[in-house]
């Protein structure tokens, strides 16, 4: 079938190829001593999708919903930012809850029966991309609880609105978690609107840095699946609860220790195949 460009007379473009395996701008030509009409459209396009992902107000009564019918115990809380505005000028307000809440939560109400701490506790805070969260959030957790090993205890689900990573630290502290996860909606980019983060971080404690967390970033399936991340996340909580620590003394080697399983996995079946073969005729 001829391409419309064809059609057109125009010659093909060398650069489409490579344009199909990528959402990067690549070789957007000119025209004249400007940027083609449609690259141009485009760029405006992704920019207005990236505001609208810092601006959009989160959902959080749909996502609690949606986070239940995966099987998931939820609440809600508010940082200390009253609104989408101040949350914007003040990066300090958006990291501590708010009075009301933090109250509320010093009671402690969704700890297990049997009194036992919780193991990893999951906050998702809408941050700067309440698109990446209403998007990838479900998923992720319904991977994260599918994936989870013997003998972990998850907490609620909290679900943080107007809320910086460290926010993640409080509330951690006030359900005495051992380990909090801050599943974020990261600062978008042109080709990226809608990625999630997630911060780990060891026996939170308000105060905590950057330094004392481990990131996992881009997640979204154009970037890192949700399963992928899940087990990401397990590998790093493992190995945070043998260490006793998280962020720069945790070096991620998850991807390693994958390629070695696959590795023996499939040593193991080219074993289990030529054993099971029988022989051929002697000759």
Known sequence: MTSDKAQHGIPPDPWDDLRAHTQARLALGRAGAALPSAELLRFGLAHAQARDAV?????????ATQLQALGNTTRQVHSAAPDRATYLLRPDLGRRLSDADALALRARDDQPNDGSPVDLLLVVADGLSSLAVSRQAPPLIGAIRQQAPAGWTLGPVVIAQQARVALGDEVGALLGARLVAVLIGERPGLSSPDSLGI???WHPQVGRHDAQRNCISNVRPEGLPPAAAAARLWWL?????QLGLTGVGLKDRSDGVAL???DAAAAQHRVESKASTPPGPSA
């Open 55 to 63: 601006h959009i107000p989160l959902d959080a009564e749909a996502l």
């Open 199 to 201: 911060y780990l971080t």
């Open 237 to 241: 909580c493992q190995e945070a609860r």
């Open 260 to 262: 070695a399983a696959r």
